[in-house]
């Protein structure tokens, strides 16, 4: 099978390493030729590495970078079964892309977005042949990373859905497959943990390093959401929460923070700057945490409250089902456990309760209980039977 990447990025270059491991020939394309020389020496270093570790041996090494070439003229691309782009997060650049891209591949070729939460009927409009287009969204580090989210378009075939499921598979990758929606499932059901951090933040409750602290340590997340938000970049990261908003008519709950708009104003974006919510620079010190556990129980059942409302609400919405919505948020963000299980082994009284005080506090619709949470307390229901919490 030929595999054609658009981009030679970080994401581009784990793509291509992924695919090559699996066997493919694989293409990477780019008009950069500074960006096509450092792909290659990044892969040239990161299979180094595993061979120092015993991971691959040196045969190994020369038939994955053997598998892979590097590409100026997208019209090489012309032979390629699949060609999976990872360009910048703009709409109709995507597009353009997409557009010039379908007069050199075959009639039956899949071309896939890795876009982390624009619309692929969107992105597919600009095809004359829109059904074979299909989000195939994978997780930084690719080659580590487990998940990948398969996402069809309106227009998008049956067959090439079922065909790229097994591509993903093949690849020994985890699918998940997700509706065309905002945010996916990932980027959807973990805005709570940046953003309902940020709340409690923003009213005093804790500061920065409490609020780290209770939740990896009382939910054993591996880094907590401030952390996470200068290592992802504050920017970054507060660009996809304001998409996010936006595409979902300004729902409060998935409204931005002016604290991290702030950050991101004054050039605060974290590890890359510096700076962020803690100073990263030689010699600085940070703060402490608090380490009261009554302040710690509040803050990690709040947060995590939230996130399983996503969750359900996410399942409400058929966005995915709860077994690829749990996958995607264990696999794809390493959160300690699926957030659907979590709720079963919380009770789902638990979480409508909490959710109840909350919007009996505030007021505000940012708190609403999802309908699904609601009417499986009522009929006394779990999303999944007690043998799969207990192998969670």
Same mark, same amino acid.
């Given at each position: 099978?030929?595999?054609?990447?658009?981009?030679?990025?970080?994401?581009g270059s784990g793509i291509a390493q992924v695919a090559a491991t699996a066997g493919c020939t694989v293409k990477v394309f780019d008009?950069?030729?500074?960006?096509?020389?450092?792909?290659?020496?990044?892969?040239?270093?990161?299979?180094?590495?595993?061979?120092?570790?015993?991971?691959?041996?040196?045969?190994?090494?020369?038939?994955?970078?053997?598998?892979?070439?590097?590409?100026?003229?997208?019209?090489?691309?012309?032979?390629?079964?699949?060609?999976?782009?990872?360009?910048?997060?703009?709409?109709?650049?995507?597009?353009?892309?997409?557009?010039?891209?379908?007069?050199?591949?075959?009639?039956?070729?899949?071309?896939?977005?890795?876009?982390?939460?624009?619309?692929?009927?969107?992105?597919?409009?600009?095809?004359?042949?829109?059904?074979?287009?299909?989000?195939?969204?994978?997780?930084?580090?690719?080659?580590?990373?487990?998940?990948?989210?398969?996402?069809?378009?309106?227009?998008?075939?049956?067959?090439?859905?079922?065909?790229?499921?097994?591509?993903?598979?093949?690849?020994?990758?985890?699918?998940?497959?997700?509706?065309?929606?905002?945010?996916? +499932?990932?980027? @959807? #059901?973990?805005?709570?943990?940046?953003? &309902?951090?940020?709340?409690? /933040?923003?009213?005093? !409750? =804790?500061?920065?390093?409490?609020?780290?602290?209770?939740?990896?340590?009382?939910?054993?997340?591996?880094?907590?959401?401030?952390?996470?938000?200068?290592?992802?970049?504050?920017?970054?990261?507060?660009?996809?929460?304001?998409?996010?908003?936006?595409?979902?008519?300004?729902?409060?709950?998935?409204?931005?923070s002016f604290t991290q708009k702030r950050l991101s104003e004054a050039g605060y974006l974290g590890r890359k700057s510096g700076k962020?919510?803690?100073?990263?620079?030689?010699?600085?010190?940070?703060?402490?945490?608090?380490?009261?556990?009554?302040?710690?129980?509040? +803050?990690?059942? @709040? #947060?995590?409250?939230?996130?399983?409302? &996503?969750?359900?609400?996410? /399942?409400?919405?058929? !966005? =995915?089902?709860?077994?690829?919505?749990?996958?995607?948020?264990?696999?794809?963000?390493?959160?300690?456990?699926?957030?659907?299980?979590?709720?079963?082994?919380?009770?789902?009284?638990?979480?409508?309760?909490?959710?109840?005080?909350?919007?009996?506090?505030?007021?505000?619709?940012?708190?609403?209980?999802?309908?699904?949470?609601?009417?499986?307390?009522?009929?006394?229901?779990?999303?999944?039977?007690?043998?799969?919490?207990?192998?969670?």
């Open positions: 099978m030929i595999v054609g990447i658009i981009g030679s990025g970080t994401m008009t950069n030729e500074e960006a096509l020389e450092k792909s290659k020496s990044t892969l040239e270093k990161i299979l180094a590495r595993l061979v120092e570790k015993g991971r691959i041996d040196q045969d190994e090494k020369n038939r994955i970078q053997g598998n892979i070439f590097h590409v100026n003229n997208l019209k090489d691309l012309g032979d390629a079964n699949l060609t999976i782009e990872a360009i910048i997060e703009n709409i109709e650049i995507k597009k353009k892309v997409f557009a010039a891209l379908e007069d050199y591949v075959s009639k039956n070729a899949i071309i896939a977005s890795n876009t982390s939460s624009l619309s692929i009927a969107s992105i597919a409009s600009a095809l004359e042949n829109p059904e074979r287009c299909i989000g195939i969204h994978f997780f930084n580090p690719a080659p580590l990373m487990k998940l990948v989210e398969v996402i069809p378009a309106v227009q998008t075939s049956q067959e090439v859905t079922n065909e790229v499921i097994e591509i993903i598979k093949g690849w020994k990758k985890v699918v998940a497959l997700t509706k065309d929606t905002p945010g996916f +499932i990932v980027n @959807r #059901v973990a805005r709570p943990f940046y953003g &309902e951090s940020l709340r409690v /933040l923003e009213e005093g !409750i =804790a500061d920065v390093a409490t609020i780290d602290w209770s939740l990896k340590t009382l939910g054993g997340f591996r880094m907590g959401p401030f952390e996470l938000m200068d290592f992802i970049g504050n920017d970054v990261n507060y660009t996809v929460t304001e998409t996010v908003f936006k595409a979902f008519y300004y729902d409060p709950r998935y409204k931005p962020g919510y803690y100073d990263y620079n030689e010699g600085s010190q940070n703060p402490e945490p608090v380490k009261d556990e009554i302040l710690a129980q509040y +803050i990690f059942e @709040r #947060v995590l409250v939230m996130l399983i409302n &996503e969750a359900a609400d996410a /399942l409400f919405w058929n !966005i =995915a089902s709860a077994e690829d919505i749990d996958n995607a948020m264990t696999k794809g963000v390493n959160y300690p456990k699926g957030l659907l299980s979590w709720a079963d082994a919380k009770g789902i009284d638990w979480c409508v309760n909490t959710l109840d005080k909350l919007y009996d506090e505030y007021r505000e619709d940012r708190y609403r209980c999802s309908p699904l949470l609601r009417k499986m307390n009522r009929e006394n229901k779990r999303f999944f039977n007690i043998e799969h919490i207990a192998g969670k």
